[in-house]
């Protein structure tokens, strides 16, 4: 079936620098895709998303990318904070089938102060 | 988490017993779904349900049976045949044209 990859399993980011997280999806009909945040114990808390018919989207400190092209979608984290550091998956939804998120492995963030 | 309880937080379960476990939403949510999360790894989908009475089968539903008899409640459970259990199992509900999920905060089911 459809599924939805990371690139970088870890990743560590000094305080206050900017982090990119990437994710490589493979259903181009999928609608829309989303980022979630999940802290140790928790359940996964919603970030952001992008429609497939856009390229960028902004947030409170959060920019996602989605090239279509080469089906790629990244998280841009503006100025990372110590509380950014989880897991963080993408996931991606095709509409009309359950409304099923697919979720990647997922990337660890870890902020170093 | 959001109006969404699951319960309990911690499960521990012997070889051979069937365990459930609840997920109930204040969310007037019509779709609930069931994920299994194992340690380093993203979330499988389980069981979903869009409507009352109505349920389907996800990506890894063996050994795993569900019942939707009302709208607020998707309990889950975890029969002998399944073979691994131990896992992190999360619920989530989602409104119907709304495509984002709202989850609950998860059971740590362990076998013993």
């Known amino acids: 079936g459809e599924s939805v990859g990371l690139h970088l399993p870890t990743l560590s980011v000094q305080e206050g620098d900017n982090s990119i997280i990437n994710c490589a999806y493979s259903n181009s009909a999928s609608d829309y895709f989303i980022w979630y945040k999940q802290e140790s114990g928790k359940g996964p808390q919603f970030i952001i998303d992008i429609r497939s018919n856009m390229d960028k989207r902004q947030g409170q400190r959060v920019t996602v990318l989605l090239n279509k092209t080469v089906k790629h979608l990244s998280l841009q984290i503006a100025a990372t904070q110590p509380g950014d550091s989880a897991v963080y998956f993408c996931a991606e939804i095709l509409l009309g089938y359950g409304n099923k998120l697919v979720f990647g492995a997922g990337t660890i963030l870890r902020v170093k102060s | 988490d959001g109006g969404i309880t699951q319960s309990p937080k911690y499960l521990f379960r012997k070889e051979g017993q069937n365990v459930t476990l609840s997920c109930e939403q204040n969310l007037n949510h019509d779709a609930m779904y069931w994920y299994r999360q194992d340690p380093g790894q993203g979330l499988r989908l389980i069981y979903y349900?869009?409507?009352?009475?109505?349920?389907q089968k996800g990506d890894i539903a063996e050994g795993y049976s569900v019942s939707r008899e009302k709208k607020e409640s998707f309990p889950l459970t975890v029969t002998s045949a399944q073979k691994n259990p131990t896992a992190f199992y999360l619920c989530a509900t989602s409104d119907r044209g709304i495509y984002g999920y709202t989850f609950g905060s998860g059971t740590r089911l362990t076998v013993v």
């Open positions: 349900s869009q409507i009352v009475n109505d349920f």
